[in-house]
């Protein structure tokens, strides 16, 4: 009788023991540009690892005799005004751009995730508090922030890089080497970017978060005997993962291109590293010449964030339970 009346769908997916995963993987699949976009993700991804490490030039290799050359079969991407092959550059920067886009989303996800599921839950007191601390912290400008923190906190010689010299130090014996300096500035750019993306984050959890706390599943586990803090990491945080992760998906790009424009601006990576906003600004000064060195990084940077936004997009439908057209 319920089978008959709850829908044709849904109980036959339950009883061929498919699960809420699965049936968003199924959906997602269904989305061809989604998953067009994964796919060049990935062919991306792996040629920013395989690239810099079978190539035949290293990154930091120099040929002023050589200088700037177009594209050739000997440099695909041609080389820029230091002779230094650009394709390796490119993908090398890649490994940079990528890794800054994820570390520094997982640092927005872990304090974002935290703070908006504590204050959604417990509520009242707890809640107005910590909420209005984020409104507070909205007041300021997420780029302005990122810029005033890399400005006083990523000098050289300050508190926070004598404190890298020393955990480093536990690893090498170089660690006052001042070529380290563009490595720490990296890690600083992380923290920044992750430590000032976490506001909507929070905001969005907390929504999840209070729309879960009322459902009987919730009085169901405190009937017999589960503490707030199981309740909340067992049953309510797996129950929103779906916007959550939509949005941490969606953050990785916004947090490329951040990234990109302080490289562009000279507060991002440094010489002799690179990323994909640090290419694009060497470029940039040289594009009515040479207009191959901007080219290239540029156009790496822009397929990439186009390709998370179509993926943000397809997983945004994939785990909205509410979509089931099959």
Not at 6 to 21: C, L
Not at 141 to 149: Q, T
Not at 212 to 231: M, Y
Request: aromatic share 12%.
């Amino acid at each position: 009788m319920s089978a008959a009346t709850s829908g044709e769908s849904e109980p036959i997916e339950d009883a061929g023991g498919s699960t809420f995963a699965a049936d968003a993987w199924r959906r997602l699949r269904k989305n061809r540009a989604a998953v067009a976009s994964l796919a060049v993700l990935g062919a991306l991804l792996l040629g920013c690892i395989l690239v810099p490490a079978l190539g035949s030039y290293g990154y930091a290799d120099t040929d002023l005799a050589l200088g700037p050359t177009p594209p050739s079969w000997a440099h695909w991407m041609g080389t820029d005004l230091f002779g230094r092959d650009l394709m390796v550059r490119v993908f090398f920067g890649g490994r940079v751009s990528f890794a800054v886009g994820v570390v520094s989303t997982a640092v927005s996800f872990v304090i974002g995730v935290t703070w908006g599921s504590v204050a959604g839950f417990f509520g009242r007191r707890i809640d107005a508090v910590m909420m209005r601390i984020v409104d507070a912290l909205y007041t300021f400008p997420f780029l302005i922030f990122v810029i005033l923190l890399s400005v006083f906190f990523a000098n050289q010689g300050g508190l926070l890089h004598r404190a890298f010299v020393r955990v480093l130090g536990l690893f090498t014996a170089r660690a006052h080497d001042p070529s380290y300096f563009p490595v720490f500035q990296i890690v600083f750019v992380f923290a920044a970017l992750g430590a000032a993306s976490w506001l909507t984050m929070a905001r969005i959890v907390r929504g999840q978060v209070i729309a879960l706390r009322a459902q009987p599943f919730v009085e169901a586990a405190r009937s017999i005997g589960a503490t707030e803090a199981s309740i909340l990491v067992r049953h309510v945080l797996p129950n929103a993962l779906g916007p959550i992760i939509v949005y941490a998906t969606l953050t990785v790009p916004e947090v490329m291109l951040t990234e990109a424009f302080l490289s562009f601006l000279g507060l991002g990576t440094q010489e002799p590293l690179a990323s994909w906003g640090l290419l694009a600004a060497s470029g940039a000064e040289t594009m009515d010449v040479y207009p191959w060195v901007l080219v290239f990084p540029a156009l790496m940077l822009a397929v990439t964030l186009f390709c998370f936004n179509h993926l943000g997009d397809g997983l945004r439908d994939a785990l909205d339970p509410r979509i089931r057209k099959d």
